[in-house]
């Protein structure tokens, strides 16, 4: 139970008191600052705590923003300041404040609430109300002003408006948004949580999976269909959790966690659907899943280089005038969020190819697509940044030596190894990538792989020997993906045993679940996962020399055991670790984390 402190002499005919009760608070009087932190003192530590003015006039909804969003330690609307248990502390500093100015007849009785914002020492939220009124009159003629204004916004339309996701893709906003959003209400009026929504579409899509697993028409169309429906409830839970302010960090983690989770899924359904006809795209599944982990690791590794960046000089690149210049033209904004094919487009794509086509057209379809956008996006990247000139902080680079996940072989190379210059190590980092893959897509497995497999390990420990600081450095996290994912493709493709590529892409799902948790993690402000997670796990460097290992040493029956085997291994330690962690941060009161930035 949170608990709301009013200010100053009650108002006849006031819904206030009610409003906050309908929030969750429980309300007590106060004459004044003085007395107000006297009540203070009287609550429980763990519980937050509003301040409110009396004479407050304003929507419910404003109130709501403003009192009970749980992504904020402190946060203030006028005439109305809250606090959680970590800024009590703060708040009981500038009641007194307020009490001794009170007490010197500074500070009239009535604006408390805003005084003790003024006051507060610590980071204080004040959110967007636009249309919202939230005012505190200080005669009747304001008051009833105030009160007609009130009347003529309609907050139960902007509250639905406003659950919708400020940027989002063109099919979101347009094809599903539109009802999906009432779907939210309807779930919010009934108590559901936005985890329950949340898990219900993990449900529809593995069950869309096991449609599309049977190899029928009939179980395609399904799969389809309800692919479309498990990402309707995948927009209706974050509208859930913006319509009622229900964030968290398990939440989040279970959102984007599970959005992976469901699309893979879907793609072994698609898989073996094909089986069961007798055509065999394991293999085009495996690269539609390593394609689609390196674009969210494109994305996340340019995010992470340049969130807090300080650029030189004015931002003048051609590249950002350029875009400025496109987002003036409507159509064309539109146009480029669909050619990246966020995550609504991507599935819709999907679904539909799914119901009309083949599991092989659709694969060839979405790789094309997904090989397009991620050409263009990287591209569009690279000049940026190349033509603004920016210093990256101490955090992004330890981002970027998170994000490149090295392990124990690395660590020893780079203290031993002399460092080759700067520009020297980046461009043989990316020669020994595709000296690897090369080498695995001409030989297929044997001892010349291991030899460049060998000399990827010595290039790419020189690259994380020091700071990822340089304009292109956020491309390495990206790079040595796609040397480990993209080795573990190709000799699983090439020991052409039944059941060998399955096993790789079990293997590929459970080092990418690895790397989405470690930039969940850098996204939540946590850090990487412990060091020993890393080693135990061998880092990326130590995978691919293993794979490479086994795939010389065994005939290809075990090679697929052993595949197997390390995919289950691997699953194990990440998920118990991964799992401990969010449940354990989520069950301390770890700061709640939405993301609202670009569509996956």
Known sequence: MSTAILTGQPVPGSSLENDLRSLGFDVRAALDAADAETLLAAVPADQRVAVVDSRFVGHVHALRLGLTDPRFEAAAIPGAVTAKSGARPALARALRTASSEASNGSVVVGIVADRVAEALDTDLHRPELGELVAEVPRDPQARNEARQSVAAVDDEAIRLRTAVKSRDGFFTTYC???????????????????????????????????????GTRPGFVAAGLLLLFSFVLDCTDGQLARY????STLGAWLDATFDRAKEYAYYAGLALGAARGGDDVWALALAAMVLQTCRHVVDFSFNEANA??????????PTAALSGKLDSVGWTVWLRRMIVLPIGERWAMIAVLTALTTPRITFYVLLIGCAFA??????????????????????AAQALADLADSGPLAEVLARVMPSAPPVL????????????LLAAWIDGPGWSVVVCAAV?????????ARPLKGALDWLLPPLLRAAEYGTVLILAAKADVNGTLPAAFGLVAAVAYHHYDTVYRIRGNAGAPPHWLVRAIGGHEGRTLLVTVLAALLAAEDFKVALTALAVAVALVVLFESIRYWVTAHRRGAPAVHDEGEPA
Do not use: F, H, K
């Open 374 to 395: 991620a050409c263009y996006t990287t591209a569009g990247r690279v000049l940026r940044s190349l033509t603004r000139r920016a210093q990256r902080t101490d955090r």
């Open 176 to 214: 599903v948004s539109p009802y999906s959003r009432y779907l939210a209400r309807w779930c919010a009026r009934r108590g559901m949580t936005p985890n329950q929504v949340t898990t219900a579409s993990l449900i529809t899509a593995l069950i869309a999976a096991g449609c599309a697993a049977t």
């Open 308 to 317: 807090d960046s300080t650029a030189v000089g004015a931002n003048s690149s």
């Open 456 to 464: 990827y390990v010595l290039v790419s420990a020189d690259v994380v």
């Open 425 to 436: 190590a980046r461009l043989l980092a990316v020669a020994g990538a595709a000296l690897v």
């Open 244 to 247: 009622s302010l229900q964030y």
